[in-house]
């Protein structure tokens, strides 16, 4: 049995992608989706299962998902296959391979492209695993993107995931302070989209500004601005000895302190 787990804004898209492409994939969360096909009882999802795809939030519930609460390292005696897909940091990622059992294949394949490509199932993969197992596993991840990048072996598709996120920061930090610049000076700002869409500063947010469903909002701990505030500490957290971060911290503590626009 394929089982995701974490069927939130993502998740849940990506788990109709699997279901619509064939698969017998369930759901597991912890807040009911009342959704026949998505359940709270982690003892309807693990038994049976033998591929996962993990799609929480973060490290914490990461930790619960395999080894604490949910233990699916002790309640799931067929899983055979892991794919990472939540955005952590790459040095976390590495230390899974000592926790998990051998015979347990990981992948790390964080996905990029927001809600509106899960939704399209054009999302951007970027995984790292041995080749053979990339190849086992596109099929499964051809029904949620269009986009393919194997970075090279387990831990790699995160490294590439946390540096792609340090720029979709970078771009959410100065286009939003474009924009409420741009209001001030009395221009108007769907004409400033257009225009940047055809220049020099065009970038991802900018460019989705209408269809990237979290463009507008401010900053909250538990919302899509907060999760890019917690992957920019993910690429912090395994920055190579040397690198200077104060550009990432500062990009940080820019979309920590975002208001809604409107």
Not at 159 to 181: C, E, F, G, I, P
Not at 193 to 202: F, H, K, V, W
């Amino acid at each position: 049995m394929i089982g995701l787990a974490g069927c939130g804004r993502m998740g849940r898209p990506m788990l109709d992608a699997l279901r619509d492409g064939g698969t017998n994939a369930i759901g597991f969360d912890v807040v009911d989706k009342d959704v026949d096909h998505i359940t709270t009882n982690i003892m309807a999802f693990a038994p049976r299962l033998e591929t996962l795809f993990s799609v929480v939030r973060d490290e914490a519930e990461t930790n619960a998902l395999l080894f604490d609460t949910q233990n699916l390292m002790g309640t799931a005696p067929n899983l055979r296959r892991i794919f990472i897909c939540s955005t952590l940091s790459p040095r976390y990622v590495q230390g899974l391979r000592e926790r998990v059992p051998d015979h347990i294949t990981l992948i790390d394949a964080p996905m990029s492209g927001a809600q509106v490509a899960a939704e399209n199932r054009t999302l951007s993969f970027m995984m790292g695993g041995v080749q053979d197992d990339i190849d086992e596993a596109l099929p499964l991840l051809a029904c949620m993107g269009k986009y393919f990048h194997h970075m090279g072996p387990f831990g790699t598709g995160m490294q590439a995931k946390v540096l792609n996120n340090l720029l979709a920061a970078s771009h959410t930090a100065m286009t939003r302070l474009v924009l409420d610049w741009a209001g001030a000076s009395g221009l108007d700002t769907e004409r400033l989209l257009t225009l940047i869409g055809t220049s020099s500063g065009q970038n991802w947010l900018a460019s989705g500004f209408d269809t990237i469903e979290f463009a507008r909002d401010g900053y909250a701990p538990d919302n899509s601005i907060g999760i890019l505030v917690k992957d920019v500490a993910a690429a912090l957290d395994a920055a190579p000895d040397g690198m200077d971060t104060a550009l990432p911290k500062q990009v940080q503590a820019t979309i920590r302190a975002l208001k809604p626009h409107r």
